[in-house]
């Protein structure tokens, strides 16, 4: 089965999951994202690459966060960006998620940038414009569901690399709730992909995955064993639905087991770096004193948000 | 009308046949067998050299969509299907809109389905009303109509206290319950089999012990009550076993496989192909051998095709948000030989599974040619190669996993109580 | 037709030797990747004074974006001074058509407001399809059209020219 992502040159037409991209493509998106991360530096935010064309941020899950760190990626590219919020059920208006693509397709668009709460939805989407003769549209991926938010584990590679360099001597942990991540997904598809020498899990049986260990990664149920020796700690957002869902008791039983304190800290190494995909819930995942603290690299993971996109958005829409 | 089937490779598993010789058709019965009647003038002859000659298909269940779901699909298009696949019979699930619950929608359909003159249609009726699981329906009543069997389709089966009752009602007067071994809760909300596929894609799973501990409490039931159950799309390779086991304790149970499980896996969805995106999933690859294994040694009794039409726009969203189902009584026969084929079955054994198999456990007098029985026949092609395509099928619903495939089989004539009802 | 190519090194040279009293005292060297680079480098060590010296990547200026999408991996424009009021010497290694020139400019001008710009070129083979000169030439050399004038540092720093197929033909 041909990759979805890469055109019939072999070129990245769409950014829809991490998995199955060689290390290369990986590679050039880290190394075009450097320049951007000056550029964001400069009074002139902008460069030409993206004028003329137009980005539609079609988001059928809300994200304000996400969806402007596009919008600015996309404008300093001088793009010009719709915003679509097309609410939580495409259908509710009776017109089906396909139909909206057409109608939007139909009015010259050059790439979307989709947010879908059902994992999916991005190939869906990719594989219907190439169906329908609109394969000059590029679709990045910005959350589909469970399954993946490839520009964050882009930008969490970049992170992770601008402070470590070397992946093959890495020992990275994933904290939370893997079982209904896709910042999870695409980070351990990503930090397997590049080579890195362990990758954790760190999280109670409620939340990891079935087959989780077949993705690549080792499991941990404690902290205090999972963190021993850990260069990067990525904690995830714990969402409240999980415990209306009974799989937790409560914010605060989370917190004791699960939550990460300058204590635990001390057992990752000395110049471990501490991340985190937000927004934070102080105290449930992470207290405040590591999240304002010195290894905590929560902000500029966000300026490299932006420039990891504007990278991505260029290599797409130069292909 | 009288109809000669000439030289065809007449295979009868019932009877134990599977040999040259040519079908003598008369007023709606097989009249006679490798010699004609005396005095014998054919109003038709159909040439069936180098073709297989068999009882038409027994379907055990395949959805038409009537009363209620035409946008998905008509009687008219489905009959079609039906006999452009060459089946004669079918049984069709009691989930239409409303779910036939009632003699007047069971004596509605069988009319409209008579009236077609195609395949012989046979109603499972709704074991509680409204598919509901709360109240029992009148299975008297509905018997008579023309049900042959009572079931919750894909419903839920109801708290265990109603499940019960109403199976202890059935065992009563013998009439036999079909249940869906798949625990409501566990499979709630789930898509794709609980395994490494779902967890890489991101899927909510189903996990395979929501079928075991639905099968285990079924099992109890069935020992409680002393009812017939047939267990509807086994999916686990520990389904299978426990099936196994059951038999072996002598429980009164049948069971049955959908083909597309018999030949696809979870790994088939690729990137989320929503047409693979089926009731229950595709599980692993171990489930998979184990049907198949199931089906060897009779512990799974029968093949359905689960057909289920879905309209195109129910199917082309992201996977969890479409529509469950296949449509398959185009592929059954087709599906079934290369299952023969790959396990080097002998034809006779694989069509006994969709022919002499349905009939007996649906409590036909159908599914052989023996002399004097309702002449439904299908006759096939075994090396006509024919790919799936959405303009080769009938079916009004073109959602099937197979689609792109190239198949070998191809029904040449289908006959149902002695009249030529498709042709190619 | 040349036919064989000059020596960079005694081109550089010369150019050296053109823009010695000729540039301003608080002129700017702003090489263009990488072969004008090189020679901002070189130059800022060859010429009296100081020069502060800066790099620009024209990767997200270029107009050929749309037929070749985005080179790879782009390098980081540095231009460590204030651009507005200053007087920049541009230095690059092949003047042809005048496109990446263009480009380097567009990219200053998003940094601020220069007092001055002038040119420096290593090789000017002709061809230009912009209104676009360099005040200092180290040499001008007539090349094919199927033909690419290329600059290359060996592993010891020494600077050398080669020709290539211009199947590649983007260096403008």
Same mark, same amino acid.
């Given at each position: 089965?041909?990759?979805?992502?890469?055109?019939?040159?072999?070129?990245?037409?769409?950014?829809?999951?991490?998995?199955?991209?060689?290390?290369?493509?990986?590679?050039?998106?880290?190394?075009?994202?450097?320049?951007?991360?000056?550029?964001?530096?400069?009074?002139?935010?902008?460069?030409?690459?993206?004028?003329?064309?137009?980005?539609?941020?079609?988001?059928?899950?809300?994200?304000?966060?996400?969806?402007?760190?596009?919008?600015?990626?996309?404008?300093?590219?001088?793009?010009?960006?719709?915003?679509?919020?097309?609410?939580?059920?495409?259908?509710?208006?009776?017109?089906?998620?396909?139909?909206?693509? @057409?109608?939007?397709?139909?009015?010259?668009? @050059?790439?979307?940038?989709?947010?879908?709460?059902?994992?999916?939805?991005?190939?869906?989407?990719?594989?219907?414009?190439?169906?329908?003769?609109?394969?000059?549209?590029?679709?990045?991926?910005?959350? +589909?569901?469970?399954?993946?938010?490839?520009?964050?584990?882009?930008?969490?590679?970049?992170?992770?690399?601008?402070?470590?360099? +070397?992946?093959?001597?890495?020992?990275?942990?994933?904290?939370?709730?893997?079982?209904?991540?896709?910042?999870?997904?695409?980070?351990?598809?990503?930090?397997?992909?590049?080579?890195?020498?362990?990758?954790?899990?760190?999280?109670?049986?409620?939340?990891?995955?079935?087959?989780?260990?077949?993705?690549?990664?080792?499991?941990?149920?404690?902290?205090?064993?999972?963190?021993?020796?850990?260069?990067?700690?990525?904690?995830?957002?714990?969402?409240?639905?999980?415990?209306?869902?009974?799989?937790?008791?409560?914010?605060?039983?989370?917190?004791?087991?699960?939550?990460?304190?300058?204590?635990?800290?001390?057992?990752?190494?000395?110049?471990?770096?501490?991340?985190?995909?937000?927004?934070?819930?102080?105290?449930?995942?992470? @207290?405040?004193?590591?999240?304002?603290?010195?290894?905590?690299?929560?902000?500029?993971?966000?300026?490299?948000?932006?420039?990891?996109?504007?990278?991505?958005?260029?290599?797409?829409?130069?292909? | 009308?009288?109809?000669?089937?000439?030289?065809?490779?007449?295979?009868?598993?019932?009877?134990?046949?599977?040999?040259?010789?040519?079908?003598?058709?008369?007023?709606?019965?097989?009249?006679?067998?490798?010699?004609?009647?005396?005095?014998?003038?054919?109003?038709?002859?159909?040439?069936?050299?180098?073709?297989?000659?068999?009882?038409?298909?027994?379907?055990?269940?395949?959805?038409?969509?009537?009363?209620?779901?035409?946008?998905?699909?008509?009687?008219?298009?489905?009959?079609?299907?039906?006999?452009?696949?060459?089946?004669?019979?079918?049984?069709?699930?009691?989930?239409?809109? #409303?779910?036939?619950?009632?003699?007047?929608?069971?004596?509605?359909?069988?009319?409209?389905?008579?009236?077609?003159?195609?395949?012989?249609?046979?109603?499972?009726?709704?074991?509680?009303?409204?598919?509901?699981?709360?109240?029992?329906?009148?299975?008297?009543?509905?018997?008579?109509?023309?049900?042959?069997?009572?079931?919750?389709?894909?419903?839920?089966?109801?708290?265990?206290?109603?499940?019960?009752?109403?199976?202890?009602?059935?065992?009563?007067?013998?009439?036999?319950?079909?249940?869906?071994?798949?625990?409501?809760?566990?499979?709630?909300?789930?898509?794709?089999?609980?395994?490494?596929?779902?967890?890489?894609?991101?899927?909510?799973?189903?996990?395979?012990?929501?079928?075991?501990?639905?099968?285990?409490?079924?099992?109890?039931?069935?020992?409680?009550?002393?009812?017939?159950?047939?267990?509807?799309?086994?999916?686990?390779?520990?389904?299978?076993?426990?099936?196994?086991?059951?038999?072996?304790?002598?429980?009164?149970?049948?069971?049955?496989?959908?083909?597309?499980?018999?030949?696809?896996?979870?790994?088939?969805?690729?990137?989320?192909?929503?047409?693979?995106?089926?009731? #229950?999933?595709?599980?692993?690859?171990?489930?998979?051998?184990?049907?198949?294994?199931?089906?060897?040694?009779?512990?799974?009794?029968?093949?359905?095709?689960?057909?289920?039409?879905?309209?195109?726009?129910?199917?082309?969203?992201?996977?969890?948000?479409?529509?469950?189902?296949?449509?398959?009584?185009?592929?059954?026969?087709?599906?079934?030989?290369?299952?023969?084929?790959?396990?080097?079955?002998?034809?006779?054994?694989?069509?006994?599974?969709?022919?002499?198999?349905?009939?007996?456990?649906?409590?036909?007098?159908?599914?052989?040619?023996?002399?004097?029985?309702?002449?439904?026949?299908?006759?096939?092609?075994?090396?006509?190669?024919?790919?799936?395509?959405?303009?080769?099928?009938?079916?009004?619903?073109?959602?099937?996993?197979?689609?792109?495939?190239?198949?070998?089989?191809?029904?040449?004539?289908?006959?149902?109580?002695?009249?030529?009802?498709?042709?190619? | 037709?040349?036919?064989?190519?000059?020596?960079?090194?005694?081109?550089?040279?010369?150019?050296?030797?053109?823009?010695?009293?000729?540039?301003?005292?608080?002129?700017?060297?702003?090489?263009?990747?990488? $072969?004008?680079?090189?020679?901002?480098?070189?130059?800022?060590?060859?010429?009296?004074?100081?020069?502060?010296?800066?790099?620009?990547?024209?990767?997200?200026?270029?107009?050929?974006?749309?037929?070749?999408? /985005?080179?790879?991996?782009?390098?980081?424009?540095?231009?460590?001074?204030?651009?507005?009021?200053?007087?920049?010497?541009?230095?690059?290694?092949?003047?042809?058509?005048?496109?990446?020139?263009?480009?380097?400019?567009?990219? /200053?001008?998003?940094? $601020?407001?220069?007092?001055?710009?002038?040119?420096?070129?290593?090789?000017?083979?002709?061809?230009?399809?912009?209104?676009?000169?360099?005040?200092?030439?180290?040499?001008?050399?007539?090349?094919?059209?199927?033909?690419?004038?290329?600059?290359?540092?060996?592993?010891?720093?020494?600077?050398?020219?080669?020709?290539?197929?211009?199947?590649?033909?983007?260096?403008?």
């Amino acid at each position: 089965m041909r990759n979805p992502q890469l055109n019939a040159e072999g070129e990245l037409t769409h950014l829809l999951t991490l998995e199955g991209l060689p290390p290369e493509v990986i590679g050039r998106i880290l190394d075009t994202a450097v320049p951007f991360v000056s550029i964001a530096e400069r009074d002139v935010k902008k460069v030409p690459l993206l004028r003329g064309k137009t980005v539609f941020n079609l988001f059928f899950e809300n994200s304000t966060r996400t969806r402007t760190t596009f919008e600015i990626a996309a404008k300093r590219l001088s793009a010009d960006v719709i915003n679509l919020n097309i609410g939580v059920s495409s259908t509710s208006k009776g017109e089906t998620l396909l139909d909206t693509i @057409d109608n939007l397709a139909a009015m010259n668009a @050059d790439m979307f940038v989709v947010r879908h709460a059902e994992s999916g939805a991005p190939h869906l989407i990719a594989q219907h414009l190439s169906a329908s003769g609109k394969s000059h549209i590029h679709v990045v991926n910005a959350g +589909d569901g469970r399954h993946g938010h490839p520009t964050q584990g882009l930008l969490d590679l970049f992170t992770i690399r601008h402070y470590k360099r +070397d992946f093959r001597a890495l020992a990275v942990a994933i904290v939370g709730d893997v079982l209904h991540s896709r910042v999870a997904r695409s980070l351990i598809h990503g930090l397997t992909t590049l080579g890195t020498a362990e990758v954790r899990v760190i999280g109670p049986k409620t939340l990891l995955p079935t087959a989780v260990e077949s993705l690549g990664v080792r499991v941990f149920h404690r902290m205090q064993e999972g963190l021993c020796g850990c260069d990067v700690v990525v904690m995830l957002r714990l969402q409240n639905e999980r415990m209306r869902g009974s799989l937790l008791p409560s914010a605060g039983e989370y917190f004791k087991h699960y939550g990460l304190t300058s204590e635990k800290l001390r057992l990752a190494k000395p110049d471990a770096i501490v991340m985190h995909p937000g927004p934070m819930n102080r105290g449930v995942e992470i @207290d405040s004193a590591v999240a304002d603290g010195s290894h905590s690299v929560i902000l500029p993971q966000v300026t490299f948000g932006i420039a990891v996109r504007m990278a991505v958005m260029s290599i797409l829409a130069g292909n | 009308m009288k109809i000669e089937i000439r030289s065809g490779r007449v295979v009868d598993p019932r009877q134990g046949v599977d040999r040259e010789m040519s079908l003598y058709i008369d007023a709606g019965k097989v009249a006679a067998l490798e010699e004609a009647p005396r005095g014998w003038r054919p109003d038709r002859v159909l040439d069936a050299k180098a073709m297989v000659v068999c009882p038409g298909l027994i379907d055990a269940s395949a959805r038409l969509r009537e009363p209620g779901l035409e946008h998905k699909a008509t009687l008219e298009s489905e009959m079609a299907a039906a006999l452009a696949g060459g089946v004669t019979g079918l049984a069709c699930p009691p989930d239409t809109d #409303p779910p036939l619950d009632e003699p007047g929608l069971v004596e509605m359909l069988k009319h409209r389905a008579r009236s077609l003159n195609g395949a012989h249609v046979h109603p499972i009726g709704a074991l509680t009303v409204g598919l509901k699981g709360e109240t029992l329906t009148e299975m008297g009543e509905l018997t008579e109509a023309g049900c042959v069997a009572f079931s919750q389709a894909d419903a839920a089966l109801g708290d265990t206290q109603v499940l019960l009752r109403a199976l202890q009602y059935a065992a009563t007067f013998g009439y036999p319950v079909w249940l869906r071994p798949q625990d409501a809760a566990l499979s709630r909300g789930g898509v794709a089999h609980d395994g490494e596929v779902a967890t890489r894609l991101g899927l909510p799973p189903i996990p395979s012990f929501a079928e075991t501990i639905a099968l285990d409490e079924i099992f109890e039931l069935v020992r409680a009550t002393g009812v017939r159950v047939h267990l509807a799309r086994l999916s686990t390779h520990q389904g299978v076993a426990r099936v196994r086991q059951a038999k072996k304790e002598g429980l009164p149970i049948s069971c049955d496989v959908a083909i597309h499980h018999v030949h696809l896996c979870d790994i088939d969805i690729g990137w989320y192909d929503a047409h693979c995106h089926v009731v #229950p999933p595709l599980r692993g690859t171990r489930d998979r051998a184990a049907l198949r294994a199931g089906l060897a040694d009779g512990t799974i009794d029968l093949i359905c095709s689960d057909h289920a039409p879905v309209d195109d726009d129910a199917k082309q969203l992201p996977f969890a948000e479409s529509e469950a189902g296949a449509t398959g009584l185009e592929l059954l026969l087709p599906l079934t030989l290369k299952w023969a084929q790959e396990e080097r079955m002998p034809l006779s054994d694989a069509l006994a599974r969709i022919t002499v198999a349905p009939a007996r456990v649906l409590g036909l007098e159908a599914g052989h040619l023996a002399l004097g029985t309702d002449a439904d026949v299908c006759v096939f092609d075994p090396q006509a190669h024919w790919r799936v395509e959405r303009g080769e099928l009938k079916s009004q619903g073109k959602n099937t996993p197979f689609l792109g495939l190239e198949l070998v089989g191809r029904v040449r004539w289908t006959l149902v109580a002695g009249h030529i009802v498709h042709e190619r | 037709m040349i036919a064989t190519l000059p020596d960079a090194e005694t081109v550089l040279g010369r150019l050296a030797d053109k823009m010695r009293d000729a540039i301003a005292f608080d002129a700017k060297l702003v090489g263009i990747y990488s $072969g004008g680079a090189w020679l901002a480098e070189r130059l800022a060590r060859m010429l009296p004074g100081d020069h502060p010296v800066g790099y620009i990547d024209v990767s997200f200026y270029r107009d050929d974006y749309a037929v070749r999408g /985005l080179r790879p991996n782009p390098a980081t424009t540095a231009l460590p001074f204030e651009v507005g009021a200053s007087r920049i010497v541009l230095i690059d290694d092949v003047l042809y058509t005048g496109r990446s020139v263009r480009a380097a400019i567009n990219e /200053l001008f998003d940094y $601020g407001r220069p007092q001055a710009i002038e040119l420096a070129v290593l090789i000017d083979r002709g061809g230009r399809e912009l209104p676009i000169e360099a005040v200092y030439v180290g040499e001008r050399l007539a090349v094919a059209r199927d033909a690419s004038i290329v600059l290359e540092r060996r592993a010891d720093g020494k600077l050398e020219l080669t020709l290539e197929d211009a199947k590649d033909a983007s260096r403008a």
